[in-house]
C-alpha cells in the first residue's frame, strides 16, 4: 500500500472539513472538498480554481490526478475543466481544483461540497529517444475512428 502525506494549510480555519476519502469499498478516487471561506457561484460557462485547503507529499514515480465526480456532472453540470489534472510528486503547494459550469444555470459551490476527487497512479519517468522510423502496426497512422 502507498502512503500519501496531506497537510492541511490552514489547520485551525479547516478542521472541520474532511481529508479527501473513499466513499465506497470499490471507489478508485478519494472525494476531496472545497475549503471556501465564502460562497462561489459560477455563471454558465465560467470557471474558478477551488482552493481544497491541502498540500501532498506523493511518492516518487507517482500522480494524483484530479476528476471530475460524476454526480456534480450530472446534476449540476459542473466538471473539472483540465481533467485529468496532474499533481505531480515534486508539487508541494495547494491542491486546488479547476471547475467549470457546463449547464445553462448558475451553480454555488459552498464550503464542505465534494468537488472532485483524486485517483493516485503510477507515473513513470520514461526515456524519450528520437527515431528516424517507427515500427508497422496493423493500425498504423489510423486516428479518431479508425478501429470502428
Known amino acids: 500500500m502507498v502512503t500519501v502525506q496531506l497537510q492541511r494549510l490552514r489547520p485551525r480555519q479547516d478542521a472541520d472539513l474532511p481529508l479527501p476519502r473513499y466513499m465506497s469499498a470499490g471507489a478508485a478516487g478519494a472525494d476531496v472538498v472545497a475549503a471556501l471561506d465564502a460562497p462561489v457561484t459560477l455563471a454558465p460557462l465560467e470557471r474558478a480554481l477551488i482552493p481544497t485547503g491541502l498540500a501532498m507529499a506523493l511518492p516518487r514515480g507517482w500522480?494524483?490526478?484530479?476528476?471530475?465526480?460524476s454526480g456534480n456532472a450530472f446534476r449540476h453540470g459542473l466538471?473539472?475543466?483540465n481533467a485529468p489534472g496532474t499533481i505531480d510528486s515534486d508539487y508541494r503547494g495547494e491542491v486546488g481544483v479547476l471547475l467549470v459550469n457546463?449547464?445553462?444555470q448558475a451553480v454555488t459551490v459552498?464550503?464542505?461540497d465534494r468537488i472532485a476527487q483524486l485517483v493516485f497512479a503510477p507515473a513513470p519517468q520514461v526515456t524519450l529517444q528520437a527515431a528516424v522510423t517507427l515500427?508497422?502496426?496493423?493500425r498504423g497512422a489510423g486516428g479518431f475512428g479508425s478501429t470502428g
Open 110 to 112: 459552498t464550503r464542505g
Open 102 to 104: 457546463l449547464s445553462d
Open 135 to 138: 515500427d508497422d502496426t496493423d
Open 79 to 81: 466538471t473539472v475543466l
Open 63 to 69: 500522480e494524483a490526478q484530479v476528476r471530475p465526480r
